[in-house]
């Protein structure tokens, strides 16, 4: 069993001072930063610019899903949207769509 003194004692600088907590805070600290700028803020960016693309949907746009489903807006209504396929009607989840004409969501592409 590991005593408690024996990680505090690994923790402290060889002068007896608070370097070593505060070296660690600092490594912390960075591990943070460096997961918010590399992960987090992309992912919300990316996110952000999808919501955009959706919400500029409209009639007779051509769209691509994310099962590739290629066709034409014939109606939007809240999370629905009805996708005119070769000679099929399809109706699909707004958020499915990857594609509007030449845009390609973020993250998709």
Sequence with gaps: MIRPTFLLSLLA???????????????????????????????????????EMLAALKKGDEVTTSGGIIGKVKDIKEERVTVESGTSILVIERARIVRIGDSVAPGQG
């Excluded at 001072?17 to 992960?39: E, H, K, R, T």
Aim: aromatic residues 10%; without cysteine; hydrophobic residues 50%.
């Design 13 to 51: 600088s060889p002068e007896g001072g608070a370097g070593g907590i505060g070296i660690l805070v600092f490594q912390v600290a960075a591990i943070g930063a460096v997961f918010y700028f590399l992960i987090i803020r992309p992912q919300s960016q990316a996110r952000k610019k999808h919501a």
